[in-house]
T-cell receptor, first 113, second 117 residues
Framework: GENVEQHPSTLSVQEGDSAVIKCTYSDSASNYFPWYKQELGKRPQLIIDIRSNVGEKKDQRIAVTLNKTAKHFSLHITETQPEDSAVYFCAASKGSSASKIIFGSGTRLSIRP | GAGVSQSPSNKVTEKGKDVELRCDPISGHTALYWYRQSLGQGLEFLIYFQGNSAPDKSGLPSDRFSAERTGGSVSTLTIQRTQQEDSAVYLC???????????????FGPGTRLLVL
């Protein structure tokens, strides 16, 4: 079955610097890759997603890149701010088919003032 | 519209008692997931429903755990003979499971915080 590995497990960056979180997946049939953000004490929420027919997607300070050949995808946060501190989860799925979404183990991002 | 709701929001129980957790997904969402999250940890997959059927129960930790979904809507997660290690936040999520236009987005409920004394 599908397996999603996420690194690093914790990440601390200076405010204003960039943060990068990486994930790899095992099932080449996966075609949908979302990223969720979970702030302390709150529920996970989708922040950005990418499908296998594109290599990069941006939304303001957040971008996601996908390398289908290598089966890995990454989240990039630029000009980090204190409110970016949270746990980030990557995930992979086969889209609309009746197969479940698989989450990575999460990355705890801390932004140093 | 209304999001995913879960009840109760908090549950304190004694070891050995049974508990029932409820999830009301977004109307029309065919996929429903249960996860367990211990303090500071990741999302531990428990069970996945597509409609009323559960194609994947592989995450249920033991036979003390069971879940059902009726009418393609509400789901209940039951934990029998609770143990202290069952203490965690139990999260429910639903999605339309339809490609495109955000159809795969998982919407999480607020969770039920379970404490077994």
């Amino acid at each position: 079955g599908e397996n999603v590995e996420q690194h690093p497990s914790t990440l601390s960056v200076q405010e204003g610097d960039s943060a990068v979180i990486k994930c790899t997946y095992s099932d080449s049939a996966s075609n949908y890759f979302p990223w969720y953000k979970q702030e302390l004490g709150k529920r996970p929420q989708l922040i950005i997603d990418i499908r296998s027919n594109v290599g990069e997607k941006k939304d303001q300070r957040i971008a996601v890149t996908l390398n289908k050949t290598a089966k890995h995808f990454s989240l990039h946060i630029t000009e980090t701010q204190p409110e970016d501190s949270a746990v980030y989860f990557c995930a992979a799925s086969k889209g609309s088919s009746a197969s479940k979404i698989i989450f990575g183990s999460g990355t705890r991002l801390s932004i140093r003032p | 519209g209304a999001g995913v709701s879960q009840s109760p929001s908090n549950k304190v129980t004694e070891k050995g008692k049974d508990v029932e957790l409820r999830c009301d997904p977004i109307s029309g969402h065919t996929a429903l997931y249960w996860y367990r999250q211990s303090l500071g940890q990741g999302l531990e997959f428990l069970i996945y429903f597509q409609g009323n059927s559960a194609p994947d129960k592989s995450g249920l930790p033991s036979d003390r755990f069971s879940a059902e979904r009726t009418g393609g809507s509400v789901s209940t997660l039951t934990i029998q003979r609770t143990q202290q290690e069952d203490s965690a936040v139990y999260l429910c999520a639903s999605s339309a499971q339809v490609a495109g236009a955000g159809g795969e987005t998982q919407y999480f409920g607020p969770g039920t915080r379970l404490l077994v004394l």
